[in-house]
């Protein structure tokens, strides 16, 4: 249903406003309107005096709450991803703290809020153009993390695939089968991502053999090698995880979907 009402409201405004190269009308080509186009639309909506003026505003206030909303979302995912990597100690333990009243993730939600808002404020601060080629790149990341999912799903589950053939289609065929698919799109999203004239920025190696790398690339591909570096540290503080002894066949769920 979120879907449905954003593409009506694209619709509606694009119906509204145009999409031509007019630069003096009310559409996104005149330079005035580009930064704020709500204020505009709905002044010619709802007026500029009166009710119509409180309705236009009014207009704006729900498109922030929406924002906001939109930047929750982006917290809560991978606050829950958190939560569930420290009931099982593949990060510190404090990550997995319920608040007693609330029953909310208290270290995840806010430790992931702070870690969006730092990298956002440093990839501004850096360059809005580094900031839109790592919003590009996120696409590399999820294909990864989710073909990763899918194979080890039929890692996982191999031993159940002979059960019957609803478990092997179920834990084995499609899992597998999706995770390759996405590893496809991922290797070869690296390859178009690898073009310095994708996306806005770009770096070339000031050695040999002096490749010319698009920044796309360089943010997924940098990002997901952090992460393998930390999780190798990480192995080296607490190797519980990594040993097998807190998520195997006999632990039992410590999170619970519902």
């Given at each position: 249903m ?13 119906s ?12 996104l080509?005149?330079?005035n ?5 709500l204020?505009?639309l709905?002044?010619?909506?709802f ?9 236009a505003?009014l ?5 922030l ?9 982006t ?9 569930a ?5 593949s990060?510190?333990?404090?990550f997995?703290?319920?608040h ?5 993730p ?11 808002i ?9 360059s809005?153009?580094?900031?839109g080629?790592t919003i590009?790149?996120l ?8 073909g ?12 159940d695939?002979r059960?019957?053939g609803?478990e ?7 899992p597998?089968?999706?995770?390759l698919?996405?590893f ?5 999203g ?13 770096w070339?190696?000031p050695f040999?053999?002096d490749?010319?790398?698009?920044g796309?690339?360089l943010?997924?591909a ?6 393998l570096i930390?999780m ?10 990594f040993?097998?002894e807190?998520?195997?066949?006999d ?5 619970p979907?519902n």
């Amino acid at each position: 249903m979120l879907l449905v009402t954003y593409v009506l409201v694209t619709v509606a405004a694009q119906s509204f406003a145009g999409v031509s190269a007019n630069t003096k009308g009310i559409g996104l080509a005149n330079p005035n309107n580009s930064g704020d186009v709500l204020s505009v639309l709905g002044g010619k909506v709802f007026g500029t005096t009166g009710p119509g003026w409180v309705l236009a505003k009014l207009l704006v206030v729900m498109v922030l709450s929406s924002s906001a909303a939109s930047t929750l979302t982006t917290i809560l995912p991978t606050a829950r991803t958190s939560l569930a990597m420290a009931a099982y100690r593949s990060i510190p333990s404090r990550f997995a703290r319920i608040h007693p009243r609330y029953l909310t993730p208290t270290w995840s939600t806010i430790g992931m809020g702070v870690a969006s808002i730092a990298f956002y404020v440093i990839m501004t601060a850096v360059s809005t153009s580094v900031l839109g080629d790592t919003i590009s790149s996120l696409g590399l990341m999820i294909a990864f993390y989710y073909g990763l999912t899918g194979i080890a799903c039929a890692w996982w589950f191999r031993h159940d695939l002979r059960n019957s053939g609803r478990e092997l289609l179920v834990k084995g065929i499609a899992p597998l089968l999706g995770g390759l698919i996405l590893f496809a799109f991922f290797f070869y999203g690296a390859y178009e991502f690898w073009n310095p004239d994708y996306g806005s920025t770009s770096w070339t190696i000031p050695f040999w053999p002096d490749w010319h790398i698009g920044g796309v690339f360089l943010t997924g591909a940098g990002a997901l090698i952090v992460g393998l570096i930390l999780m190798y540290f990480y192995r080296w503080v607490n190797p519980s995880f990594f040993r097998g002894e807190t998520l195997n066949k006999d632990t039992a769920v410590l999170v619970p979907d519902n």
